[in-house]
């Protein structure tokens, strides 16, 4: 089953998909002098950190050119998010006895707008 869809492009199936909602507060959020939390939640938002085990030369190009541009369309599981990307990391396999270049795993996180 193919769980993520990029600006339409459907991606190779990870191995690992982890979601954080995060709390965004008001930029006037702190401490008041008797140590207490003060400030307004403003929005919640998902973070989604995505693992891919094994990938092919071309299905790691096909990631690369999905996440290229600023914000765009993510459908994760069914759930469509506007998403911009941190920073893809991937780790060489090698040139394999196929001639084709292998990559032992790669790893984004997609941060909701």
Do not use: H
């Amino acid at each position: 089953m193919n769980e993520i869809t990029i600006n339409g492009i459907r991606l190779a199936s990870p191995v690992e998909i982890t979601a954080a909602d995060e709390i965004i507060w008001s930029s006037s959020t702190g401490r008041s002098a008797s140590g207490i939390m003060a400030g307004d939640i403003i929005a919640a938002k998902r973070n989604i950190s995505i693992n891919w085990g094994i990938l092919t030369q071309a299905e790691l190009n096909q990631i690369k050119n999905a996440l290229s541009g600023t914000f765009y369309p993510c459908v994760i599981l069914g759930e469509t998010l506007t998403v911009y990307r941190g920073t893809l990391q991937y780790n060489l396999l090698g040139k394999l006895s196929d001639g084709v270049t292998y990559y032992k795993s790669a790893s984004v996180s997609l941060i909701q707008q």
